[in-house]
């Protein structure tokens, strides 16, 4: 069996269409989008009719949607920017929040830019909005800042309430959507929400290129300067064939969704079953194995202690199969999962982040499972 892929909440394989409709901006249609000629022209209405199809899709207008070089991009001109814009001095979030959101609002907060404040999370990260609401109340002119779905745990707010919330205090609401989008719907019209954005890679497009969506009732300073592009809001020769490929993703993403969200959680589903069946003591990591209130592409695992723990995600590289211990942005460091930590998650269980896409089979889950199954039937700890 080839190697087993299982981390495509870090980025995703190239959908084959979507190649195929990059490959003509990467060879014949190579005009800079910002001049007034023929070969500019082209390339320039390649790049609208995506921006048109990404609004489409959301329920929204083309003139709110800016490309970016990705999520964090998206997420720092979100953030930046809309404090910057409108002189806000209090922001709020949570402790799990991916970290392009998180090290921004923290950076800003030490600069003494703004004063930051956390939600309060329960025992298995879920937000507390009682709480959120009773923040708002005492500042309520703030930034909130919320992910849709986690990346590590697979958690989810839901959207529409606590945007009616903010909209109650007047407050901007920035929504970190990365990893649901493509994987869920997301009616913009039906949202009372200022920011949300998308990265490209993790639904089957290209690395390198996103988006953001600002609502037309807001107007906020440009994060990077330079030339008029992206009407002035992000200076920067435009990702051609990255936008374009992008936007063909999200269109599949969109046109396939229902079929490979079934899939995807039967996947899931049967290596939640297995894993208690085959391994005693193994629990789950935040909502993750509930699997119709969760992300359905994640699962976040923790194993009993063992000695082969340290080893772990070593020892199921070299079975030939590709997992995560956590956020992609913090593999390399010796810095456990910040998300994990706010869930006090006992430090001797091994945890590993599982996270599907549709490319993935019910053998390959079966495989993950017999590896496993050796792996703890030798070496669980008393």
């Known amino acids: 069996m ?19 409709t990059m ?5 014949e249609n190579f005009g800079n989008p910002s001049s007034i000629h023929a070969h500019g022209r082209q390339v320039r209405s390649a790049i609208e009719r995506a921006r048109k199809n990404i609004a489409n899709l959301l329920n929204a207008s083309p003139s709110e949607i800016f490309f970016t070089s990705g999520g964090t991009e998206a997420d720092n001109t979100a953030i930046i920017c809309s404090i910057d814009t409108y002189q806000l001095k209090h922001a709020i979030t949570s402790p799990t929040e991916h970290h392009a959101v998180l090290h921004t609002l923290e950076h800003l907060a030490k600069q003494g830019v703004i004063e930051l404040s956390y939600v309060k999370l329960d025992e298995k990260g879920r937000v507390d909005v009682a709480h959120l609401e009773e923040l708002l109340s005492t500042k309520p002119r703030t930034l909130v800042s919320l992910m849709h779905g986690n990346n590590e745990i697979g958690n989810l707010i839901d959207l529409k309430q606590v945007s009616e919330i903010c909209k109650k205090y ?8 990365v990893q649901t989008m493509g994987h869920y719907t997301h009616n913009l019209q039906e949202l009372s929400i200022d920011f949300i954005v998308g ?10 290129v996103g988006f953001l969506y600002i609502n037309a009732n807001n107007k906020i300073h440009p994060f990077i300067h330079g030339g008029s592009q992206e009407r002035n809001m992000r200076g920067g020769t435009e990702n051609v064939y990255g936008i374009v490929g992008m936007a063909k993703a999200l269109e599949i993403a969109y046109r396939d969704m229902e079929a490979h969200k ?4 039967r996947l899931k589903s049967r290596m939640i079953e297995k894993l208690k069946a085959n ?10 194995a509930d699997v119709e209130n969760s992300l359905y592409t994640v699962l976040s695992v923790s194993f009993p202690p063992s000695e082969d723990n340290d080893m772990l995600l070593f020892n199921l590289d070299i079975a030939q ?17 910040h998300v994990l930590g706010a869930l006090n998650v006992h430090p001797g269980r091994g945890n590993v982040r599982f996270s599907f ?26």
């Not at 007047?170 to 959507?177: E, L, R, V």
């Not at 990265?199 to 390198?208: C, L, T, Y």
């Not at 089979?361 to 039937?377: G, M, S």
């Open 279 to 288: 391994i005693p003591g193994v629990t789950f990591n935040g909502d993750s």
């Open 23 to 27: 490959l003509p901006l990467m060879t």
């Open 2 to 20: 080839p190697r087993i892929y299982l981390d495509n909440a870090a980025t995703t394989r190239l959908d084959d269409e979507v190649l195929q």
């Open 321 to 337: 199969i590709s997992c995560s211990g956590g956020s992609a942005c913090s593999s390399g460091t010796d810095v456990g999962s």
């Open 170 to 177: 007047n407050a901007i609401f920035h929504s970190d959507t």
């Open 199 to 208: 990265a490209a890679h993790k639904f089957h497009g290209p690395k390198g």
């Open 357 to 382: 896409g549709k490319y993935n089979t019910e053998e390959e889950v079966d495989k993950v499972i017999d590896v496993l199954t050796e792996i703890y039937a030798k070496n669980v700890l008393a």
């Open 262 to 265: 079934n899939h995807i959680t």
